[in-house]
């Protein structure tokens, strides 16, 4: 029968995993400040083919139907990329918030590790209260169900321009 401690043990990741974890996480990362950095160029792009229609207009080289007909569209896809920034940034920075506390959980769980056997009864008690999800008591074991790292979305925003 395995002790708490021993399914503490195996509950932490490798050092190889932990090294696989972050190198995904970084990936996920800068995947993500890709698509940001390319959603704010199309933004500025819009903004300057915005400026050109204004001016062509203003000079009389654009009548008002020839300008409606290509400024309209820009504006609705200005304002969609416009709407994606915020939400392409929070993904970022939840991503990293996510990669910095991950560390300290790993940290501290490693630490707990080494430290259980000269641990107090109740010290021991209130982790295991901390960290064990589900106690299931069958007939011949007994299962224990530990808080696991946070994992990445499954489904990530797409590219609002097609990338």
Same mark, same amino acid.
């Given at each position: 029968? /395995?002790? @708490?401690?021993?399914?503490?043990?195996?509950? #932490?990741?490798?050092?190889?995993?932990?090294?696989? @974890? #972050?190198?995904?996480?970084?990936?996920?990362?800068?995947?993500?400040?890709?698509?940001?950095?390319?959603?704010?160029?199309?933004?500025?792009?819009?903004?300057? =083919? /915005?400026?050109? #229609?204004?001016?062509?207009?203003?000079?009389?080289?654009?009548?008002?139907?020839?300008?409606?007909?290509?400024?309209?569209?820009?504006?609705?896809?200005?304002?969609?990329?416009?709407?994606?920034?915020?939400? %392409?940034?929070?993904?970022? *920075?939840?991503?990293?918030?996510?990669?910095?506390?991950?560390?300290?959980?790993?940290?501290?769980?490693?630490?707990?590790? *080494? =430290?259980?056997?000269? #641990?107090? @009864?109740?010290?021991? =008690?209130?982790?295991?209260?901390?960290?064990? *999800?589900?106690?299931?008591?069958? /007939?011949? *074991?007994?299962? %224990?169900? %530990?808080?696991?790292?946070?994992?990445?979305?499954?489904?990530?925003?797409?590219?609002?321009?097609?990338?």
């Amino acid at each position: 029968m /395995k002790t @708490y401690n021993s399914q503490l043990k195996t509950f #932490l990741l490798t050092d190889v995993d932990v090294k696989t @974890y #972050l190198s995904n996480s970084d990936e996920k990362i800068q995947e993500k400040e890709k698509l940001l950095k390319g959603v704010s160029e199309k933004v500025n792009i819009i903004r300057k =083919r /915005k400026n050109v #229609l204004v001016n062509l207009r203003m000079d009389g080289e654009l009548s008002k139907e020839s300008f409606m007909e290509e400024f309209k569209p820009l504006e609705e896809r200005l304002i969609q990329l416009q709407d994606t920034v915020p939400e %392409l940034q929070a993904e970022v *920075d939840f991503l990293k918030i996510q990669i910095a506390s991950s560390d300290v959980v790993l940290k501290e769980a490693k630490d707990l590790y *080494d =430290r259980w056997p000269s #641990l107090s @009864y109740e010290n021991k =008690r209130n982790i295991v209260e901390t960290i064990t *999800d589900k106690i299931v008591v069958g /007939k011949e *074991d007994v299962s %224990l169900s %530990l808080s696991y790292l946070p994992s990445f979305p499954q489904n990530p925003v797409k590219s609002p321009h097609g990338d």
